[in-house]
């Protein structure tokens, strides 16, 4: 059906839901207004056989997760996802059917966020799948959150639970690896929902985005979480030009992740401290909000920030102190 | 050095210019500020092989290019680029060095336009070199110009001339064949400079949304010439409900192209209907500035606007009426 047509047809169910949408899909660019906001941009370029593995990601949820991510990284600035452009490099191994399952996925998460598709392109590649999204969002003057600017005494806050993601990684591959080649043969993942979820169907974190701005915090610093906690702390530390200490027995963790850690033999903090791509929201607030704080449900305040000459460590369970290093979940897996 | 090093390593000299960049590089998401202006945004993803053959293009002007033809999508909006963000796939065939050539590319580009880096990211790829560059920039309320708003009588102009980034290509693509494998040998391109150029170091004609703001012209619609002449003129007619006539004897066309097309035993007029890559712009003025654009330099009307009943034609030098057909420059080549 050719490129443009394509496109058309794929895009065709993408309605403009946001006012700051002038013009989406269909000209050299998209028109966006933005009043007395300030505009986001995020970009991401998701490489296959790098980023993703086919045989055990579904299309679908590849769509949905490539969006997500984006929309991860614009309320990781204590904004709200508005627009996304995808571009597609397409090799003739796909069929129109497999790049509607994509984009079925990709509608899915921009329904669940209210954002507008407003452009990209489609084009053959040699080999493989690639997807470029650039997520543009809106956040208010004077209360988007950057990396740079935790400070001293400030608490770290966390949300949600981490290492689930990862452990659904090691869980899939797994399973891969067991059925690879035996025909009928279907992995088993009964039980084991929440984390396969989590690695599949993650959140972007805009209901704490939004419950941060119900009750007035603007964090002094913020990011998400898909590198791995140490890795995304050491960001926000060296950013910021401070240290922190964080305690082991604080770090949120789901009961199942626990349980497959162990089932991997795997030790249970370097999971939850390395294992990346749950995009929970990791940010700072003054020390005067500890009141607060110490009570929100799916808010835990797992440390303080340091002065930088104190260095960036974790505390254990038994009292000792250890050197965060950021590790990120590649390395975990080699 | 680790992909942030890398990142940071090759956008060190991108310093931010425009003051709707209010962060760029290193954090979840850039932070543009925009008053009373819209925001447009364009996205393009390249890919090796696909897009750009890097035996007869230098990764320097890939670089340059890969942004040119970003810019040239927001000019074609009657808009000004002011930011972009480059992501990369990176195969191990490449060193540090390539991706600071490509990077030099770039940066000369965002020089010559004024136009701010502020994100993307790199990544390892199986593959080859993958491209995708978002960009954004802004236009004036009202003034902003689509392709859908060509009206009945408008006259249709068009800038610089048409068909020499083809026949560049060509001859970039003869010389490939000539010399291949034959070491020490150097391809001749004396005299034939401006075509290589027009291929290898395209502009976007900014200066052209300059000239007409000056002159307190809004075209009725407007387009870049990325796919050739009849295959944009048809996008125009299609999505303004339009037909057009234009006349064989009025397509600007340069000598060397000329004489490039006799060589290359090509019809010239196809060649510049059909051949793309020239990133000129293609618009539509109200018949009543007939007088003004008849005497403006670098620009040509080469005919006007009708009734959707009338179909898009090109009317021959023998006067005869031929239908206009998108080739796009790809099917040239076959």
């Known amino acids: 059906m050719g490129e443009f047509g394509l496109i058309k047809h794929l895009t065709e169910n993408f309605e403009l839901k946001n006012p700051s949408t002038i013009k989406g899909v269909g000209d050299d660019a998209a028109i966006l207004d933005y009043k007395d906001k300030q505009v986001l941009v995020t970009t991401d370029l998701l490489l296959e056989g790098v980023h993703f593995d086919l045989t055990y990601v579904p299309l679908k949820h590849l769509g949905y997760k490539s969006a997500i991510v984006n929309f991860s990284d614009i309320c990781a600035m204590n904004g709200y996802p508005k627009q996304i452009t995808v571009s597609l490099g397409v090799s003739k191994r796909f069929s129109v059917e497999d790049m509607e399952e994509l984009y079925a996925g ?58 689930a993601a990862y452990m659904g990684l090691l869980l899939l591959e797994r399973e891969k690896r067991v ?4 025909d009928g043969v279907q992995p088993d993942f009964a039980g084991k929902e929440y984390i396969i979820e989590r690695q599949l169907r993650p ?9 941060l701005a119900r009750i007035n915090v603007v964090p002094t610093s913020m990011m998400d979480i898909s ?38 033999n795997m030790n249970l903090t370097t999971v939850a401290l390395n294992g990346g791509e749950d995009y929970e929201l990791l940010f700072t607030v003054p020390l005067s909000m500890n009141d607060v704080f110490q009570n929100l449900p799916g808010i835990k305040v797992i440390g303080h920030i340091t002065d930088a000459s104190l260095g960036a460590r974790i505390i254990t369970r038994d009292g000792q102190e250890m050197t965060l290093k950021a590790q990120g979940w590649n390395s975990l897996s080699e």
Chains 1, 2 share one sequence.
């Open 227 to 264: 590198d791995g906690l140490s890795s995304e702390l050491l960001h926000i530390c060296d950013q910021s030009g401070v240290g922190c200490r964080i305690y082991e027995e604080r770090i949120p963790i789901d009961y199942l992740t626990a349980t497959m850690a162990e089932e991997f």
């Open 179 to 182: 059925f690879n080649g035996k």
């Open 203 to 211: 959140q972007a974190r805009m209901d704490i985005v939004e419950k």
């Open 106 to 163: 990709i509608l899915l998460a921009c329904e669940a966020y209210g954002v507008d598709l407003v452009g990209g392109d489609t084009s053959a590649s040699m080999t493989g799948l690639t997807i470029s999204i650039t997520c543009i969002g809106e956040g208010e003057k004077g209360k988007i959150v950057k990396r740079s600017t935790a400070k001293d005494t400030d608490l770290i806050c966390v949300s949600g639970d981490l290492g």
